[in-house]
T-cell receptor, first 115, second 115 residues
């Protein structure tokens, strides 16, 4: 079974500072990796995804992530955060099983941007 | 845009009640999912379905059942609600096969409180 580990449950950062949210996965097969964002009182929104090709993936709102197969990591980064980036961020891995696919999520990282 | 609509935003039910959570999607997606979200535990898959009348157990199916009589609707059923089922419930949908790797679309969630 595939699994995802997000080591940081909370990450406080000042506005305009850079941030990195860490994600490690375990899998015995090729993986597809995702980052989702959840703003307060909302559902999850796809931020970016890695399917194949370039290991540096760019997403919405200035976020990017780098797939590192040797370290089994898919860390999310942003060079300069804004107060509106305050949200919970979930890393997920795609797993094909039975007749369909399912996503396995990490436990989430709460990003709190302070002035 | 794909819309995934969850019928209730907030629900309060009594212990022992039978509870129905409804989810409807409007993009003809084959795959539909029910997740439960709890602080510190992330999203955990309860059940998913990749076709009408088809269902597969996720990671935490105990105490839940599902129904998919029509392609667009996926219902989560708590046969006899208990206080440990107080949680945020998220529905998601996505296309079949490799297209699922373009991510799922989530509803806004139903916050269920069992008293």
């Amino acid at each position: 079974a595939q699994s995802v580990t997000q080591l940081d449950s909370q990450v406080p950062v000042f506005e305009e500072a850079p941030v990195e949210l860490r994600c490690n996965y375990s899998s015995s097969v090729s993986v597809y990796l995702f980052w989702y964002v959840q703003y307060p009182n909302q559902g999850l929104q796809l931020l970016l995804k890695y399917l194949s090709g370039s290991t540096l993936v760019k997403g919405i709102n200035g976020f990017e992530a780098e797939f590192n197969k040797s370290q089994t990591s898919f860390h999310l980064r942003k060079p300069s955060v804004h107060i509106s980036d305050t949200a919970e961020y979930f890393c997920a891995v795609s797993d094909f099983t039975g007749g369909g696919n399912k996503l396995t999520f990490g436990t989430g990282t709460q990003l709190k941007v302070e002035l | 845009d794909v819309k995934v609509t969850q019928s209730s935003r907030y629900l309060v039910k009594r212990t022992g009640e039978k509870v129905f959570l409804e989810c409807v999607q409007d993009m003809d997606h084959e795959n539909m999912f029910w997740y439960r979200q709890d602080p510190g535990l992330g999203l955990r898959l309860i059940y998913f379905s990749y076709d009408v009348k088809m269902k597969e157990k996720g990671d935490i199916p105990e105490g839940y059942s599902v129904s998919r009589e029509k392609k667009e609707r996926f219902s989560l059923i708590l046969e006899s609600a208990s206080t440990n089922q107080t949680s945020m419930y998220l529905c998601a949908s996505g296309p079949l096969g490799h297209l699922i790797n373009y991510g799922y679309t989530f509803g806004s969630g139903t916050r269920l409180t069992v008293v």
